[in-house]
T-cell receptor, first 114, second 110 residues
């Protein structure tokens, strides 16, 4: 069974631009969660989508948004990029059961904002 | 707000030594997971514990979930260089939202 895939793996943008990251979950997984990882803050939860609906949301500004498609693939969008948005963005997929299903992570997208 | 505190933050030991990493919180979790992450890659799930007091063993790794489901520990016996990495604990609430710990960076010196 193929793992979680994320594209692109690396991205360089300038301040003020916007970016879209993509995540394809493991086949059969209906939940996709997005995380931001930085050396100073560690892994921070952005949001979780389940069956095309946002089910959970972390404490990030509205510049960070996402969506999920009917095939469970998910995209994350960041508008008006800031230098502080430079980070490794990880997505994780799970079956989606409540109470903490096992999550499987993709390799991440390394975003650098100049 | 960091719900899960891990200690120590950094650990450098010689091959063959034993070590314990702690993951503590004031919150109760439905389940708790441990991951290992290597540079440039996503975290890889090691184990999930769901019952208070549960102990799980994976070869040289022993995981324990506290009786009150607020804390956990990871013990590695006879550490090897291949154990080097960032160890993360993550607690899940009933709504399937995960809260990650601050991480423990382990280096095992040959």
């Amino acid at each position: 069974k193929a793992g979680v895939t994320q594209t692109p793996r690396y991205l360089i943008k300038t301040r003020g631009q916007q970016v879209t990251l993509s995540c394809s979950p493991i086949s059969g997984h209906r939940s996709v969660s997005w995380y931001q990882q930085t050396p100073g803050q560690g892994l921070q939860f952005l949001f979780e989508y389940f069956s095309e609906t946002q089910r959970n949301k972390g404490n990030f500004p509205g510049r960070f948004s996402g969506r999920q498609f009917s095939n469970s693939r998910s995209e994350m969008n960041v508008s008006t990029l800031e230098l502080g948005d430079s980070a490794l963005y990880l997505c994780a997929s799970s079956l989606g059961g409540l109470g903490g299903d096992e999550q499987f992570f993709g390799p991440g997208t390394r975003l650098t904002v100049l | 707000t960091q719900l899960l505190e891990q200690s120590p933050q950094f650990l450098s030991i010689q091959e063959g030594e034993n070590l314990t990493v702690y993951c503590n919180s004031s919150s109760v979790f439905s389940s708790l997971q441990w991951y290992r992450q290597e540079p440039g890659e996503g975290p890889v799930l090691l184990v999930t514990v769901v019952t208070g007091g549960e102990v799980k063993k994976l070869k040289r790794l022993t995981f324990q979930f506290g009786d009150a489901r607020k804390d956990s520990s990871l013990h590695i016996t006879a550490a090897q260089p291949g154990d080097t990495g960032l160890y993360l604990c993550a607690g899940a609430n009933t709504g399937n939202q995960f809260y990650f710990g601050t991480g423990t960076s382990l280096t095992v010196i040959p």
